[in-house]
């Protein structure tokens, strides 16, 4: 399966494997439902949520990271630094994201990451709202 520049979500969606759509769909209604006033769209080929900024985004292993070898679907908080540590998303060795892989939709704890997602979105009040040129 190659993969190109999805014009949308849809399209993006459609191109998955089944086992990683189904862990996608999963995310992104856990993410849409609990931060309403997102804006979600695609950036490097995958689903990014913003309000002020980047909040998270959802990069499947079948959608390449440059050379990063991937297996499951990894769920990114774009400011994860500034989370509370307690593992369930890990820095790794990166400085700013924190992210979770997830392997099945069993795998998912849908309070836990809707916690996350408030504390993420308590982070992305505290910065001031960025005019980018795709904004209108």
């Given at each position: 399966m190659q993969h190109s520049n999805f014009k949308s979500v849809s399209e993006f969606l459609d191109y998955l494997p089944e086992g990683e759509l189904a862990i996608v769909n999963a995310l992104r209604e856990i993410v849409l439902e609990s931060i309403p006033d997102v804006t979600e769209r695609l950036s490097y080929n995958v689903p990014y949520y913003y309000r002020h900024r980047r909040i998270c985004f959802i990069?499947?292993?079948?959608?390449?990271?440059?050379?990063?070898?991937?297996?499951?679907?990894l769920l990114g908080i774009c400011e994860g630094d500034l989370l509370r540590e307690?593992?369930?998303?890990?820095?790794?060795?990166?400085?700013?994201?924190?992210?979770?892989?997830?392997?099945?939709?069993?795998?998912?704890?849908?309070?836990l990451i809707r916690y996350y997602l408030v504390e993420a979105v308590k982070i992305d009040n505290t910065?001031?709202?960025?005019?980018?040129?795709?904004?209108?």
């Open positions: 990069w499947p292993s079948s959608i390449p990271w440059g050379k990063v070898e991937m297996n499951g679907v307690d593992h369930y998303f890990s820095l790794a060795d990166r400085k700013k994201v924190a992210a979770r892989t997830f392997f099945s939709t069993s795998d998912i704890d849908e309070d910065f001031s709202p960025i005019k980018r040129k795709y904004d209108t």
